[in-house]
Each structure stands twice: as C-alpha cells, then as structure tokens.
C-alpha cells in the first residue's frame, strides 16, 4: 500500500488571514461567515484570525500578496463574489482576480486559496452561499486548513 501523505483538519494553533471584497457583500459577508465557522470549528482561536477587507475582487491579490509577505498567517482565505452584469467587465475582473490571486500563491510559500464565486447570476450566487449548493466560504476554510497541514509535513 502507497504512503498517504495527508493533512489533518486540526486548525489549531493556525494563523489565518482572510480577504474579503465587500462588492456583492450580501453573498461575501456570507462566505466570510461559512469561513469563519469552520476555521473555529475546527480549533482556531479568534487571535489567530484577521480579516482584510477590500473594495471588489479585483483589489485581493495586491492584499493577499502583502499579507503573505508579512510572515504573519500560515494560510489566507480569499472571498468574494464576482456576479455578471450587461457588459464583459465581469470576464476582466475575474480573470484578473484568479490570475492575480494564483499568481500570489505560487510565490508565497503558503496556501492561498480561491473563494471567489464567479457566477452568472445572482441565484448561482445565493445558492453557493449558504443554501442548497453549500458556503463556498466554507469549503474553502477547510481545504486551507488541510492544506497548512500537509505542507508542515514537507518542512
Ligand atoms: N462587478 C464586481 C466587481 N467589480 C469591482 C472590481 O472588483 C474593482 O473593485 C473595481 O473595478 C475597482 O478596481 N467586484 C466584485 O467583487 N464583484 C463584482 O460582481
Ligand atoms: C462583474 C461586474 O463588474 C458587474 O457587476 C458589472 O456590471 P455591468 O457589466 O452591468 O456594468
């Protein structure tokens, strides 16, 4: 059998930073909530939490990378929700916040992870914020804590 090399759920003793763009913030303040939840769920102690809170989500990937620099989170949590209107703004801002927000991760040494919804309405929105298709807000919490874990593991 394969040695699994996995990370655990515990977050704590964790530092998490997460950026939230208020644009659309009747479904971000809801991730933000579903993130919140599980990071203290899972043993992460409110001291250990801080919050960045940025116009729209074209902004998180210049606070994402700040904060990474910073040395002082283990992992961030990028949350937002990037809604299509009547133009292609929509396709610009979100490819520049995925982009952005990848580009971050890759150099930061620690988990960044994407919590942004890109939807085509506000319904998709609502659904992945906490009603029938889940909190993306969530999810994602979750998938850094287990990240910050395995990557202990390859110190
Ligand atoms: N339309 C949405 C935006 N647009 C704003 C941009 O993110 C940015 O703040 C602005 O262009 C100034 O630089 N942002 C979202 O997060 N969600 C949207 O649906
Ligand atoms: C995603 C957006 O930027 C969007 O909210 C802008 O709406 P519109 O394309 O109608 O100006």
Redesign the pocket.
Same mark, same amino acid.
């Given at each position: 059998m394969p040695r699994m090399i996995e990370g655990t759920l515990s977050a704590e003793g964790k530092r998490f930073g997460i950026i939230v763009? /208020?644009?659309?913030d009747f479904i971000?303040d809801r991730l933000l909530g579903g993130a919140l939840d599980a990071l203290m769920r899972s043993g992460a102690a409110d001291e250990n939490i801080e919050v960045a809170k940025?116009? *729209?989500?074209?902004? @998180?990937p210049l606070i994402a990378d700040k904060m990474a620099k910073s040395g002082k989170y283990d992992a961030l949590i990028c949350l *937002?929700?990037? @809604? /299509?209107?009547s133009t292609p703004?929509?396709d610009?801002?979100c490819a520049?916040?995925s982009k952005g927000i990848a580009h971050v991760s890759l150099g930061a040494g620690i988990p960044v992870m994407f919590g @942004?919804l890109t939807t085509d309405t506000i319904e998709q929105a609502i659904e992945r914020a906490g009603t029938k298709a889940g909190n993306k807000g969530w999810d994602v919490a979750m998938g850094a804590i287990e990240m910050v874990n395995l990557a202990e593991q390859f110190k």
């Open positions: 763009a /208020r644009f659309n971000s940025v116009p *729209g989500a074209f902004e @998180i *937002g929700a990037v @809604i /299509r209107g703004h929509f610009y801002v520049e916040a @942004i």
